[in-house]
C-alpha cells in the first residue's frame, strides 16, 4: 500500500446511526430488482408489499434510535429527535402513498418496480435533507429527494398533462436547485465552512453583515421557497399537482413540504440564526405574500387538486411562521403542524383519489357533488379534513394553528398572527364551497353531457366503490386521526417539544 | 355535573343514530334535551348565590403545554342563559320530532351538537375552550342551514358563515394575544382560565386593540348593527325550529361573552370604548325598529326587532352599572324564551295564510282561532315590554342603570321602548285583525301545536309575576363582573 493511499483516512460511519436511511436505500434496490420479474403477482402485489416492508424496517429503525442523538458521518448527518420525527412524517406520507398507488394507473403504465424504488429514494432523500448538518449534505438530500420526484410526476405516460407535469417540475426545480447551490457557495465564501456549526460560529464572529453572505442568504431563500412552494416562487405547484398522478401530488404535497420545511429549520434556525435580523423580515413578508396568494389563488379553483396544490402554498405560508420567529416554540409549533397537515391533506387527497375511480368527473369539484347522501364514509373524512384545513375546533388544524399564532405572539410577531388569521377567513371561501357541495348538492346526474374532466388522472376503467376498500380505509384513517388529535393533542405536542428541543442554538 | 349536562344532548343523539332506527334519533334526542332541561332546573334550585363565585367546578388540565383547561363552571351569569338553552332547544326538539325530516339521523346528531355547544360556550370557564365552543357551534348550523333551509339556503348559509367565523377568527387572536401577553407581563406561565386571565390584566394598550377583535366576534353573533348583513337572508331560509334556536339563544352567547370575558377581563378598554359601544347598542335600537316596521316578511319583522332587542342589552351591558347588567342578563333570558314561540307561532300562521310568510297575505286570523290569537297577544306584549311583563322589568332596569351613568343615551333609548310598541303591534294587527288575506284559511291552534308554544307562554307568565328568581341569584355575579370596569372608571374620574 502506497503511503499516498494510506494517509487518507475515511471518516467512521456510524452504520447503526445511520440504518433509516439504509433501510430505505436498500429496499429501492430490492424492490427494482424484484420488478424485473416476469410474475404478475411479484410485480403487481409483491412490490407494494416489498416497498411498504422496507418503509416499515425504515420506521422499526427509527423508533429504535430514538433518544440517541447521533452525529454521524464526521458531523454530516445529525439523526436527532428532529430527523426522526420527521423521517417518520415521510414514511407515514410514503406508506399512504404506496397504498394509495396500489390499483392506481401509474405504476402498471411505468414499471412497478421503478415507481416504487424511484419513491423510497426519493423518502430516502428528505430524511438526509433535514438531517443535513452541513451545505454538501444538504444538496445531496435535496437532490435525491427531487430528481425522483421528476420522474414520478411523469410516470402516466400516456397522458399528456402527466408527462407535461414531470417537465414542468424537472424545469423549475432544476432552476431551484441551481439558485441553491449559488446561494450555499457565497455562504461559503463568505464564513470559509460548509459545517452549520462553523457558519453560526462565523457569523457570531462579525461576518454576519457581509455582502456575500447576505446575498448567499438571499439566494438560498429563493432556491428554498421553490421547493417550498412559497410566492411568489409557487408557480408550478398547481400544475404540477393537477397533472401528476394524484397519489404523487398526494406524497409531494405532504413530504416535500415537511422536508422543505425541514430543511428551513436546520438552515434558519441553526447555522444563519445569528443573521434573523436580517432575514427574519424578508421571510416574513414572503409568508404574508405567500398566504395572500394562496388562499386567493384557490378561491377560483373547480379542480380539487389545483384547490389543495394552492391551499398548500398558502399553508406553506402559515409554516413559514414557525421558522421566522427561531424560537423552541416556533420550531415544535412548525413540527406540530407538520404532523397535523399531513393527517388532513392525505385524508382529502385519499377521498380525491377514491372519487377519481368511481365518477366520470375526475378531480372537479363535481366528483364530490352529493357525496354526503351516497358515501357517507369518504363524506366524513373530506369534511374532517377540509374544516381542518380551515382551522374549526375540535380539529388537529384548530390546535395546530393556535400553536402557531401562540409561537409568533411569543416571538414578537403579532401581526403575522393577524394576517394568518386573515388567511385562513379568506380560506374558508373555497374550503366550505367543498363542504357545501359534499352536503347541499345533489350529485350530478348520470351520463348528463360530456363528462368534466378538469385535468385529472381519470381512471378510464372505473373501479366499482366495493374495490376502492384501502383508499376508503385510509381516509377513515387519517380522518379520525384528526379528529383525535384534536381533542387529544397532548401525544403530538411531546413529539414537537422533542423535535424542537435538538436545535440547541435558540432558546 | 356540568359535563354530563354539556354533554347529554350529543350523547343521546349520537346514540340514537348509531344505535337506533330513524324515529327512534329523534325520541332519543329530545329525551337527552329534556334530562338537560331537568338538570338546568335542579342547577337553579340548588343555586343561591354563593357570593358571585363559581359553583361546581370542573377544572382538568386539557393541553397543559399551551395552559388551556377543561374548566366549567356555574355563577349568576350563566346559571339561566344555560336554563334558557335547554328549555328552547328542548322544546325546539319537540317541535321537530312532531314533523319528518330528509336524513333524519344526521339532522338530530346536529342539532345534539349543536346545543351541547352552546352549553360548552355558556359553561366555559377558559378562553380557548369558550372559542372553540364558539366556533363549534357555527358548523352544526351551517349544515342545518344549508341541507335543510330554503331554496337560498346555499347564499345564505355562506354568508353566515364568513361573517360569524372572521368574527371568531379574530377572537381566537385576540384570546391568544391576551394569554401571551399576560404570561410576559406577569412572568407567570400561559394560563388560558378566565380567572387567572382576570387576575393579571394586560396593559391598557394592548387590552384596546384585543377589545376590538372580541367585539368583532360578539357584535357579529348578536347581531348588532352595522354587523348584521348576514341576518335578513339567514332568518329567510333556515327551518323555523333551527331558527328559533338559533334566533333564542346563540344570539346570547356573544351579549354574555361581552359580561363574562370583555368586561372582567379588559376592563380598561370596556372603559375606553363604552362610547362607542353604546352608539352602536342605539344604532341596533334605532335602525333595527324602523327595519322592523317597515318589512312585510314576518320573519324578518321578528328578525329586525331582535336587533333592536339586542341593542338594548348591549347598552344594558355597557351601561357599567349594576342595574343595567342585571336587566341585561334578565332581558337575554326574556328575549330567548319569546322570539322562540314567536316564531313558531309565525309558522303557524304561515301555514293558514296558504303557506306565505308575507303579513300583507295574512289577516283576520283571530276570528276562528282565538286561543290562537290570545296566545300571541300574550307574546306580543311581552315582546314590546307590557308592563306587567318580565321584559318590562328588564328594559326598566336596563334604562334605570343608562339613565344613571349616561343620561342622554338613555333618553334616546326610551324611543326604542315605544318603536317596539308599534312594530309589535303592527304584525299582531296586520296578521290577527285587518282584512280576511285572500288564500287565509284560519284555524284554531291544534294540540300538538299547543304542546310546543304553551310551556313558553308559562315561562313567560312565570317571569312576569316573579322576575326575582331570576334577579336575586344573578345579582351577586353581575355586580362582580362589572366591579373591574367600574373601578377602572371611578379611579379615572
Given at each position: 500500500m502506497s503511503p499516498a493511499v494510506a494517509a487518507i483516512h475515511g471518516p467512521h460511519i456510524d452504520y447503526a446511526?445511520?440504518?433509516?436511511?439504509?433501510?430505505?436505500?436498500?429496499?429501492?434496490?430490492?424492490?427494482?430488482?424484484?420488478?424485473?420479474?416476469?410474475?404478475?403477482?411479484?410485480?403487481?402485489?409483491?412490490?407494494?408489499?416489498?416497498?411498504?416492508?422496507?418503509?416499515?424496517?425504515?420506521?422499526?429503525?427509527?423508533?429504535?434510535?430514538?433518544?440517541?442523538?447521533?452525529?454521524?458521518?464526521?458531523?454530516?448527518?445529525?439523526?436527532?429527535?428532529?430527523?426522526?420525527?420527521?423521517?417518520?412524517?415521510?414514511?407515514?406520507?410514503?406508506?399512504?402513498?404506496?397504498?394509495?398507488?396500489?390499483?392506481?394507473?401509474?405504476?402498471?403504465?411505468?414499471?412497478?418496480?421503478?415507481?416504487?424504488?424511484?419513491?423510497?429514494?426519493?423518502?430516502?432523500?428528505?430524511?438526509?435533507?433535514?438531517?443535513?448538518?452541513?451545505?454538501?449534505?444538504?444538496?445531496?438530500g435535496i437532490e435525491l429527494l427531487s430528481i425522483?420526484?421528476?420522474?414520478?410526476?411523469?410516470?402516466?405516460?400516456?397522458?399528456?398533462?402527466?408527462?407535461?407535469?414531470?417537465?414542468?417540475?424537472?424545469?423549475?426545480?432544476?432552476?431551484?436547485?441551481?439558485?441553491?447551490?449559488?446561494?450555499?457557495?457565497?455562504?461559503?465564501?463568505?464564513?470559509?465552512?460548509?459545517?452549520?456549526?462553523?457558519?453560526?460560529?462565523?457569523?457570531?464572529?462579525?461576518?454576519?453583515?457581509?455582502?456575500?453572505?447576505?446575498?448567499?442568504?438571499?439566494?438560498?431563500?429563493?432556491?428554498?421557497?421553490?421547493?417550498?412552494?412559497?410566492?411568489?416562487?409557487?408557480?408550478?405547484?398547481?400544475?404540477?399537482?393537477?397533472?401528476?398522478?394524484?397519489?404523487?401530488?398526494?406524497?409531494?404535497?405532504?413530504?416535500?413540504?415537511?422536508?422543505?420545511?425541514?430543511?428551513?429549520?436546520?438552515?434558519?434556525?441553526?447555522?444563519?440564526?445569528?443573521?434573523?435580523?436580517?432575514?427574519?423580515?424578508?421571510l416574513a413578508t414572503l409568508a404574508t405574500i405567500t398566504i395572500f396568494v394562496g388562499n386567493v389563488g384557490a378561491l377560483g379553483q373547480s379542480s380539487l387538486k389545483r384547490m389543495l396544490a394552492y391551499s398548500?402554498?398558502?399553508?406553506?405560508?402559515?409554516?413559514?411562521?414557525?421558522?421566522?420567529?427561531?424560537?423552541?416554540?416556533?420550531?415544535?409549533?412548525?413540527?406540530?403542524?407538520?404532523?397535523?397537515?399531513?393527517?388532513?391533506?392525505?385524508?382529502?387527497?385519499?377521498?380525491?383519489?377514491?372519487?377519481?375511480?368511481?365518477?366520470?368527473?375526475?378531480?372537479?369539484?363535481?366528483?364530490?357533488?352529493?357525496?354526503?347522501?351516497?358515501?357517507?364514509?369518504?363524506?366524513?373524512?373530506?369534511?374532517?379534513?377540509?374544516?381542518?384545513?380551515?382551522?374549526?375546533?375540535?380539529?388537529?388544524?384548530?390546535?395546530?394553528?393556535?400553536?402557531?399564532?401562540?409561537?409568533?405572539v411569543d416571538g414578537g410577531y403579532a401581526w403575522l398572527g393577524v394576517i394568518l388569521v386573515i388567511g385562513s377567513m379568506i380560506s374558508l371561501g373555497y374550503y366550505l364551497r367543498v363542504v357545501a357541495a359534499i352536503w347541499m348538492r345533489d350529485a350530478p346526474a348520470v351520463g348528463a353531457g360530456v363528462p368534466v374532466i378538469a385535468g385529472g388522472s381519470q381512471e378510464a376503467d372505473a373501479v366499482a366503490p366495493s374495490r376502492n376498500w384501502e383508499v376508503v380505509a385510509l381516509a377513515m384513517v387519517f380522518g379520525a386521526a384528526t379528529i383525535f388529535f384534536g381533542i387529544v393533542p397532548q401525544p403530538l405536542f411531546d413529539l414537537a417539544h422533542r423535535a424542537a428541543g435538538s436545535l440547541t442554538g435558540i432558546y | 355535573m356540568l359535563s354530563i349536562l354539556i354533554w347529554l344532548p350529543l350523547a343521546a343523539a349520537l346514540i340514537g343514530a348509531i344505535a337506533g332506527g330513524e324515529r327512534t334519533t329523534g325520541g332519543l334526542t329530545l329525551l337527552g334535551s329534556l334530562g338537560a332541561l331537568a338538570i338546568a332546573i335542579a342547577l337553579i334550585a340548588g343555586y343561591h348565590g354563593n357570593g358571585g363565585q363559581l359553583t361546581h367546578v370542573i377544572d382538568h388540565d386539557w393541553i397543559p403545554a399551551l395552559g388551556i383547561h377543561y374548566k366549567l363552571g356555574l355563577d349568576g351569569l350563566n346559571l339561566f342563559l344555560v336554563a334558557m338553552t335547554t328549555l328552547v332547544f328542548a322544546f325546539s326538539l319537540l317541535a321537530c320530532n312532531l314533523r319528518s325530516w330528509k336524513k333524519p339521523s344526521l339532522f338530530y346528531v346536529l342539532m345534539g351538537l349543536g346545543e351541547s355547544a352552546v352549553l360548552g360556550a355558556f359553561l366555559a370557564q377558559d378562553l380557548i375552550l369558550f372559542v372553540a365552543f364558539f366556533d363549534l357551534m357555527l358548523i352544526p348550523f351551517y349544515l342545518l342551514t344549508g341541507v335543510w333551509g330554503g331554496p337560498g339556503r346555499v347564499a345564505?348559509?355562506?354568508?353566515?358563515?364568513?361573517?360569524?367565523?372572521?368574527?371568531?377568527?379574530?377572537?381566537?387572536?385576540?384570546?391568544?394575544?391576551?394569554?401571551?401577553?399576560?404570561?410576559?407581563?406577569?412572568?407567570?406561565?400561559?394560563?388560558?382560565?378566565?380567572?387567572?386571565?382576570?387576575?393579571?390584566?394586560?396593559?391598557?394598550?394592548?387590552?384596546?386593540?384585543?377589545?376590538?377583535?372580541?367585539a368583532a366576534a360578539f357584535l357579529v353573533k348578536m347581531p348588532a348593527f352595522p354587523l348584521h348583513g348576514w341576518m335578513p337572508d339567514a332568518y329567510r331560509e333556515m327551518p323555523t325550529e333551527v331558527l328559533a334556536v338559533f334566533s333564542g339563544v346563540l344570539s346570547k352567547v356573544g351579549a354574555y361573552g361581552f359580561l363574562a370575558i370583555v368586561l372582567p377581563l379588559m376592563p380598561k378598554a370596556s372603559v375606553h370604548y363604552q362610547t362607542l359601544m353604546l352608539v352602536i347598542g342605539l344604532c341596533s335600537i334605532i335602525y333595527g325598529s324602523a327595519m322592523a316596521f317597515t318589512q312585510t316578511n314576518a320573519r324578518l319583522v321578528i328578525g329586525y326587532s331582535s336587533v333592536a332587542q339586542l341593542g338594548f342589552i348591549t347598552l344594558g351591558i355597557f351601561a357599567l352599572a349594576p342595574q343595567g347588567a342585571q336587566g341585561a342578563v334578565l332581558q337575554m333570558v326574556n328575549h330567548g324564551i319569546v322570539v322562540a314561540p314567536l316564531l313558531f307561532i309565525v309558522a303557524l300562521l304561515a301555514a293558514r295564510a296558504g303557506g306565505s310568510e308575507d303579513i300583507r297575505d295574512m289577516g283576520g286570523i283571530a276570528m276562528r282561532a282565538p286561543v290562537l290569537a290570545t296566545i300571541f297577544l300574550i307574546i306580543t306584549f311581552a315582546t314590546l315590554a307590557m308592563p306587567g311583563s318580565g321584559n318590562f322589568v328588564g328594559e326598566f332596569l336596563i334604562l334605570l342603570g343608562l339613565f344613571k351613568t349616561k343620561m342622554v343615551f338613555s333618553i334616546i333609548a326610551f324611543t326604542g321602548v315605544v318603536m317596539a310598541a308599534v312594530y309589535m303591534l303592527r304584525i299582531f294587527i296586520r296578521t290577527m285583525h285587518n282584512r280576511t288575506g285572500p288564500e287565509v284559511r284560519s284555524r284554531e291552534l291544534r294540540w300538538r301545536d299547543a304542546l310546543v308554544i304553551v310551556p313558553f307562554v308559562g315561562v313567560i307568565l312565570l317571569f312576569a309575576l316573579y322576575p326575582q328568581l331570576e334577579l336575586s341569584r344573578a345579582q351577586q355575579s353581575v355586580t362582580a363582573s362589572i366591579q373591574p370596569a367600574r373601578q377602572v372608571e371611578s379611579s379615572s374620574r
Open positions: 446511526a445511520i440504518s433509516p436511511f439504509e433501510a430505505l436505500l436498500a429496499g429501492s434496490v430490492i424492490v427494482l430488482l424484484v420488478g424485473l420479474l416476469r410474475s404478475r403477482v411479484a410485480r403487481e402485489q409483491l412490490v407494494p408489499a416489498l416497498t411498504l416492508v422496507s418503509l416499515g424496517a425504515s420506521l422499526a429503525v427509527t423508533i429504535w434510535q430514538w433518544n440517541d442523538h447521533v452525529s454521524a458521518i464526521a458531523g454530516a448527518l445529525a439523526v436527532d429527535d428532529l430527523t426522526l420525527i420527521l423521517t417518520i412524517v415521510f414514511i407515514a406520507a410514503g406508506a399512504a402513498a404506496v397504498v394509495l398507488s396500489w390499483r392506481a394507473r401509474a405504476p402498471r403504465e411505468s414499471a412497478h418496480g421503478e415507481y416504487h424504488a424511484l419513491l423510497l429514494a426519493s423518502i430516502a432523500g428528505m430524511a438526509v435533507l433535514v438531517a443535513a448538518q452541513n451545505l454538501i449534505t444538504l444538496f445531496i425522483p420526484l421528476y420522474v414520478l410526476c411523469a410516470t402516466e405516460m400516456r397522458r399528456a398533462s402527466s408527462l407535461e407535469s414531470g417537465l414542468k417540475y424537472l424545469i423549475i426545480g432544476s432552476v431551484g436547485s441551481a439558485t441553491l447551490v449559488y446561494g450555499l457557495a457565497l455562504i461559503y465564501g463568505a464564513t470559509g465552512a460548509t459545517e452549520f456549526s462553523a457558519i453560526a460560529g462565523s457569523i457570531a464572529n462579525g461576518h454576519g453583515s457581509n455582502a456575500l453572505i447576505l446575498t448567499g442568504i438571499a439566494l438560498v431563500i429563493v432556491g428554498l421557497c421553490f421547493k417550498a412552494s412559497v410566492a411568489p416562487f409557487h408557480q408550478w405547484t398547481p400544475d404540477v399537482y393537477e397533472g401528476a398522478p394524484t397519489p404523487i401530488a398526494a406524497f409531494m404535497a405532504v413530504a416535500t413540504k415537511a422536508a422543505a420545511l425541514g430543511v428551513l429549520l436546520r438552515i434558519f434556525d441553526v447555522a444563519l440564526v445569528g443573521d434573523q435580523f436580517d432575514w427574519g423580515p424578508a398548500s402554498v398558502a399553508q406553506a405560508g402559515y409554516l413559514l411562521a414557525g421558522v421566522i420567529v427561531s424560537t423552541q416554540l416556533g420550531v415544535a409549533a412548525t413540527v406540530f403542524y407538520l404532523i397535523v397537515y399531513l393527517l388532513m391533506n392525505l385524508a382529502a387527497f385519499a377521498v380525491v383519489i377514491a372519487r377519481e375511480r368511481e365518477t366520470p368527473y375526475g378531480d372537479d369539484i363535481d366528483s364530490v357533488a352529493g357525496l354526503g347522501d351516497a358515501r357517507p364514509e369518504l363524506a366524513w373524512p373530506l369534511t374532517i379534513a377540509m374544516l381542518s384545513l380551515a382551522g374549526i375546533p375540535a380539529t388537529a388544524g384548530f390546535i395546530g394553528k393556535l400553536y402557531l399564532i401562540q409561537a409568533l | 345564505a348559509t355562506t354568508k353566515l358563515v364568513i361573517y360569524t367565523l372572521v368574527g371568531s377568527l379574530l377572537m381566537l387572536a385576540g384570546a391568544v394575544a391576551l394569554a401571551v401577553i399576560s404570561s410576559q407581563e406577569s412572568g407567570q406561565g400561559l394560563n388560558f382560565a378566565y380567572s387567572a386571565l382576570a387576575a393579571s390584566p394586560v396593559g391598557k394598550g394592548s387590552q384596546e386593540w384585543i377589545f376590538l377583535l372580541f
